[in-house]
């Protein structure tokens, strides 16, 4: 078999089979594939796409590439979160202590921010101490005790993803279906999971800036989830705001506390509270998502979530005195009001731009290399559809630097829009989808 076929083939828009799928992802795996036959193979799927036959079969073949994580021996579903990343977005730090606190099991691989979306491994390092990088063995200690582990991918779980990843960020083939999906479920089924409920992001703050793009995604995940043998369930929620209040990485991990402790309400709450509710479901905790979202909230009420989260943050090796007093969290002493230069109704709140502001304070990154500053962001205090007055604060922002504090209020200028008329009211979740209401499965 050679290469040089198998990329004709996706030029010409024919389907490659499972034997073609499984040389090439071999050959990356093994480097006999030099790199600019696959990059040539991944620009003639960005242009042609796949059927779903194919993406499965890409998707089981990248799984196989690398080590599996497996939980045979632990009784019950094991079950884990996706997001495709936003601003002001901490629901894996609030569903997941919830999740574990029912006895479902959540082996959590978690990724870092790039750009101007946050990562849940750099908010959990903000927490002095906190460990992500785990070794099997600690990976499975933490888990075995606390139902609940969050680490980072390791070199041996889905290898030729990282590869691959590396390479369609080069050469501008990140933005393919089928490769998405097959690199988000490639490391997610990696985990061992029994069910996987996905937030699809959809608007400014979103890697997907349009409903269809969104749907189209979301389908396919989950009819590729499905053949796999998975439970997926795919929420399409909206990111042309940020979900929070508090974007940057010490002050998201404190409204995750906040949310954690039954203090803080919203869209961050309101939608944690829903995935969490869609894993209690699928992992067979409850009959339906009324029964799951009471019992999620009466884990917040009763203070179990917030107990959970501590435990974590202690197996992990962090400071746990953070939970209880989140001023122990590294925070920049600066701050600078970002007001409202007359009065009226947020008609626009754009995440992308809010996003910016907090990555050219340092709370992002620009490249992969770049490092992050945990006590630099901003909180808001208005969102869409909130009055305010001329010379109020709009958000205030925390900040080591004062050139970098200006800057982040040029992006904030551009962020909001302030006007007379009530906005359109906008819809947290757009869609929902679920393998185990659709016909769509791969046989």
């Known amino acids: 078999m050679q ?11 024919q389907s490659l089979n499972d034997e073609e799928i499984r040389f090439f992802v071999e050959g990356v795996r093994t480097k006999r594939i030099p790199d600019y036959q696959t990059t040539a193979l991944l620009m003639a799927i960005w242009l042609n796409g796949m059927e779903d036959g194919e993406t499965l079969s890409l998707t089981e073949q990248m799984l196989h590439s690398g080590d599996l994580l497996e939980w045979a ?6 079950v884990d979160k996706h997001s495709t990343g936003g601003v002001g977005d901490t629901t894996s730090l609030i569903l997941a202590p919830i999740v574990a606190s029912t006895g479902l099991w959540m082996p959590m691989i978690a990724g870092r921010g790039l750009g101007h979306t946050g990562g849940t491994l750099d908010k959990l390092e903000s927490i002095p101490g906190f460990c992500v990088n785990l070794d099997r063995h600690r990976f499975r200690s933490i888990l075995t005790e606390a139902h609940l582990v969050i680490g980072g991918q390791t070199e041996t779980i889905a290898p030729v993803d990282k590869k691959l990843y590396a390479l369609r ?14 690199s988000i479920l490639s490391k997610k089924l990696a985990e061992g999971i029994d069910a996987l409920v996905l937030d699809i992001k959809v608007g400014s703050g979103a890697f997907m800036k349009t409903p269809k793009q969104a749907g189209l995604l979301a389908h396919t995940l989950v009819r590729i989830g499905a053949g ?4 997926v369930t795919a929420l399409v929620t909206n990111m042309d705001q940020p979900l929070g209040t508090h974007v940057g990485n010490s002050l998201e991990v404190i409204e995750a506390v906040h949310v954690l402790s039954g203090r803080s309400f919203g869209d961050l709450a309101d939608l944690s509270f829903e995935l969490a509710a869609h894993l209690l479901v699928m992992g067979g905790k409850c009959d339906s998502m009324r029964q799951a979202l009471s019992w999620v909230r009466g884990i917040v009420q009763r203070g179990e979530a917030l107990a959970k989260f501590r435990q974590l943050v202690a197996l ?25 230069t007359k009065r009226g109704i947020i008609q626009r709140l754009d995440a992308e731009r809010v996003g910016s502001a907090a990555m050219a304070l340092g709370a992002g990154r620009r490249t992969a290399e770049d490092r992050i500053d945990p006590g630099v962001g901003l909180i808001l205090h208005g969102k869409i559809g909130d009055r305010v007055e001329k010379g109020r604060p709009l958000a205030t922002i925390f900040y080591h630097d004062a050139g970098k504090c200006k800057e982040a209020c040029g992006f904030l200028e ?3 829009l302030i006007g007379e008329a009530p906005p359109k009211k906008m819809r947290l979740v757009r869609r929902v989808l679920s393998s185990k209401k659709r016909s769509e499965v791969i046989h």
């Open 316 to 340: 992990q090796g962090g400071d746990a005195g953070c939970v209880d007093d989140v001023s122990r969290l590294p925070l920049a002493d600066q701050t600078h009001d970002f007001t409202a």
């Open 169 to 182: 960020d080069v050469t501008a083939t990140v933005e393919s279906i089928p490769l998405i999906a097959s």
């Open 228 to 231: 796999a043998g998975k439970q």
């Open 3 to 13: 290469m040089v076929e198998l990329i004709r083939k996706k030029r010409d828009r």
């Open 73 to 78: 021996d632990l009784p019950g579903s094991k």
């Open 414 to 416: 551009q962020a909001y």
